[in-house]
């Protein structure tokens, strides 16, 4: 027959194309791997000179914002970004200065236990 070739072409794209869609996306995802990897293997006082210099970036827009009179978003909001800014901002210079303990590790564990205790005290987990 004239057409098999045809139908065994359209067969083996319709079986390989996935496949070669999913190495696709596990390399993508490796990639990411890769990154979050290497992100724990950065010096503890780097991470504090990243962190001021994007908290005092955060600030100044914040600032920026509250000088036009809030256009973008309400003035809770914006108060609230600018103090989780200053808190990275002082955070960042302080542990820039040769510190062993890493603050804001400390901190968003400590964010994330009080997250879980709200939500059991919402979902009648327990009561407070």
């Not at 990154?35 to 010096?43: D, E, I, K």
């Not at 920026?64 to 103090?83: D, E, N, R, S, Y």
Request: with cysteine; charged share 10%; net charge positive.
């Amino acid at each position: 027959m004239a057409g098999e070739g045809i139908f065994f072409l359209v067969g083996a794209v319709v079986v390989l194309l996935p496949l070669a869609l999913l190495r696709g996306l596990f390399h993508v995802g490796g990639g990411a791997a890769r990154l979050a990897r290497n992100r724990r293997n950065v010096p503890l006082p780097q991470k504090n000179k990243t962190r001021a210099t994007a908290g005092g970036f955060v600030l100044v827009a914040c600032i920026v914002l509250a000088a036009h009179g809030f256009p973008v978003i309400g003035w809770q909001a914006t108060a609230g970004i600018a103090t989780l800014a200053l808190l990275y901002l002082v955070v960042g210079i302080h542990g820039s200065q040769g510190a062993t303990f890493d603050f804001m590790s400390a901190f968003w564990w400590g964010v994330l236990a009080i997250g879980c205790a709200a939500a059991l005290a919402f979902f009648n987990g327990f009561s407070l």
